[in-house]
């Protein structure tokens, strides 16, 4: 049955446009007069564009996450060669019964030529989609197929500030995180908010870049399904949580880092899972979990299938590209795993060029003031070797990774999960030991139950520098200078 809106709701397609094609402003609520309002976000909000429209009742469909809302244009911007690429809020705002109202959308204007000084951000949307559950189940809650073509759930592109805004504990103890609970019933956000989105990741990002004298070009993670994606790049960006990546997105990458381009991965749980894109852009498969219900399984397209990307059945680990993974790694300061810990990273080889200019000591704790190590995390098989981690590569980790910093992670299990598994069904570190190694018996189980947050680097032809953890950028608003120094030595070594 569809949902009548009773209020404004809008979405903007295509989401990723250059100068001089068109974008389509999708807007639905109650039949009223509405003021559209586009501005470009980065340390400062511009307004650039403004109309006025009237809304009409469309309905959410019922299956609008899987197969998009497909409402008609309200209007449309041909975009003007004078815009900058960037990140583009749609802000729909009606007064209805005189109470204002606003949706919230948004799109991207690309670069129309590549500049080696600007490096190329790809804000995580496949993510985004994943987690969003405007008008049906998203794929945490047993879909299978979410549509880009749909307004995003709200939290999930503005959020105000407060306690609770952040899903890592930021006040342990705090069992259940019940300050993040309380934030999201207050505002009436999707529960989902803390863990995907603009605001919490790439936001202070780029405030923190452009305050800096950094320029960057933006694109979303479709784009980078295009070979040509880098081409004429010295720098290309992750940042915050990045989880989803088809197989075409992580050719682009690997193909640019081995022929000398360099990344940073300011993010975690980065890459785990694969996700194919159809439809012509308009919708993202990932069957998960589900994976044997995925109809490439058990054919000659298996190596597309929408499972771990560290899957036995796919050999090709996540640590091939960014040298971690998730399945090495797990939570910290979220719930009952590592709930009280530091936050941050003990520094293990402080003399390496990324350290320079900091204070930073063997032993040292680096962006624990900002709790930089939080909520996911990715980690590597290593051992100790004369009291240096030093990796083994069972996993796929580079033989030149080097691990510059540790903070200790766990995986959910059925006695610190918040939402414990039932005794049918496998828990989290279960899962991922039967998908990593084939089988999910004690030994296998107990080869990640102790998973470690792990920054480090390795050079496959550029550098790649990997933070390991979703919360790398709250680390870029002031209270942690080593972190900004970081990552001024990472962006301006990358741009050379």
């Keep these: 049955m569809n949902e009548q809106l009773s209020e404004p709701a809008v979405y903007a397609w295509p989401q990723s446009v250059v100068a001089g094609q068109t974008v389509g402003i999708h807007a639905a609520g109650p039949a009223i007069a509405a003021q559209v309002t586009v501005a470009r976000i980065g340390a400062r909000r511009e307004v650039v564009w403004r109309a006025d429209i009237t ?14 809302c497909d409402w008609p244009a309200s209007t449309t911007i041909d975009i003007p060669t004078d815009w900058r690429s960037g990140y583009y809020e749609v802000v729909v705002r009606s007064n209805a019964a005189r109470v204002a109202h606003e949706a919230v959308g948004f799109f991207v204007v690309r670069s129309a030529t590549a500049d080696r000084s600007r490096p190329l951000l790809a804000l995580a949307t496949n993510t985004w ?3 969003n559950d405007f008008a049906g189940r998203n794929l945490y809650e047993g879909g299978t197929r979410v549509s880009f073509a749909r307004p995003m759930a709200k939290g999930l592109l503005r959020k105000p500030t407060g306690p609770g805004e952040r899903v890592t504990v930021m006040n342990p103890p705090d069992p259940g995180n019940r300050e993040h609970v309380s934030y999201l019933r207050s505002h009436q956000m999707t529960q989902w908010a803390g863990s995907a989105g603009w605001p919490n990741y790439e936001l202070p990002f780029i405030r923190w870049a452009e305050r800096n004298g950094y320029e960057l070009d933006y694109a979303v993670n479709a784009d980078l399904e295009d070979p040509r994606a880098l081409a004429d790049r010295a720098l290309y960006l992750s940042v915050g949580h990045d989880e989803y990546w088809s197989s075409a997105m992580r050719d682009t990458v690997e193909a640019f880092t081995r022929s000398g381009g360099n990344a940073m991965f300011l993010s975690g749980n ?7 894109i159809e439809d012509d852009g308009r919708t993202m498969v990932g069957y998960k979990d589900r994976f044997e219900r995925d109809p490439v399984f058990g054919t000659d397209q298996q190596h597309l299938l929408t499972a771990m ?3 036995h059945l796919l050999e090709r680990p996540e640590n091939l590209m960014t040298g971690v993974s998730f399945v090495r790694g797990g939570y910290h300061r979220i719930g009952k795993v590592v709930a009280s810990g530091a936050g941050g990273y003990t520094v293990y080889q402080p003399d390496h060029w990324v350290f320079d200019g900091t204070d930073a000591a063997y032993g040292d704790l680096l962006g624990a003031e900002s709790v930089i190590v939080g909520y996911e995390c990715d980690g590597c098989d290593f051992t100790m070797s004369d009291g240096v981690p030093t990796p083994t ?18 995986h959910f299990n059925r006695t610190n999960a918040p939402r414990p598994p ?15 190694f084939g089988d999910e018996s004690n030994e296998s189980v107990a080869k990640i139950h102790h998973g470690h947050a792990t920054m480090g680097v390795h050079e496959p032809g550029g550098f790649v520098f990997t933070s390991g953890t979703t919360d790398w950028a709250c680390g870029l608003t002031g209270s942690s200078p080593n972190v900004e120094r970081v990552t001024k030595n990472l962006m301006d070594r990358g741009l050379q």
């Design 55 to 68: 809304l009409e009742p469309h309905d959410a469909p019922d299956r609008g996450a899987a197969n998009g």
């Design 129 to 131: 989609n994943a987690y």
């Design 270 to 276: 980065t890459a785990f899972w694969q996700v194919r």
């Design 309 to 311: 990307w560290s899957d």
């Design 393 to 410: 590569g069972s996993d796929g980790t580079p033989a030149d990774f080097q691990i510059l910093g540790l903070a200790p992670t766990q």
């Design 422 to 436: 039932p005794d049918s069904a496998r828990s989290e570190i279960e899962h991922i030991a039967w998908r990593a």
